[in-house]
């Protein structure tokens, strides 16, 4: 019984930035690996970020690193991508993504169990 739920896309100038959240229930994050994935309209869903449950090790998707973040909440159960400097290659649905924690972190979407319901990120030029 295990359910994300997702908020903080929308439209955004390129250049600016968003903070998607995810908040998680029926898992602890303490124990979870985390993730964000995005799926373009007629593209695969691909890796963007993710953080083990040790909160070391952060891994990002050459195509976004320097300029997103992802965080993690273990107090309020939840976690976020903050993403700055936006372009408009960045528009896609982004899903966030938990896992039972593992000594590797997955970057393929068919390792993780447990899937927000997506949220829509459009930069326009």
């Known amino acids: 019984q295990v359910q994300l739920v997702e908020s903080g896309g929308g439209l955004v100038q390129a250049g600016g930035s968003l903070r998607l959240s995810c908040a998680v229930s029926?898992?602890?994050?303490?124990?979870?690996?985390m993730a964000w994935f995005r799926q373009a309209p007629g593209k695969e869903r691909e890796f963007v970020a993710g953080i083990p449950w040790t909160g070391a090790r952060t891994s990002y998707a050459d195509s976004v690193k320097g300029r997103f973040t992802i965080s993690r909440d273990n107090t309020r159960n939840m976690f976020h991508l903050q993403m700055n400097s936006l372009k408009p290659e960045d528009t896609a649905i982004y899903y966030c993504a938990t896992r039972r924690n593992s000594r590797v972190l997955p970057t393929t979407f068919t390792e993780y169990t447990d899937w927000g319901q997506g949220t829509q990120v459009t930069v326009s030029s």
């Open positions: 029926g898992r602890t994050l303490s124990s979870s690996n």
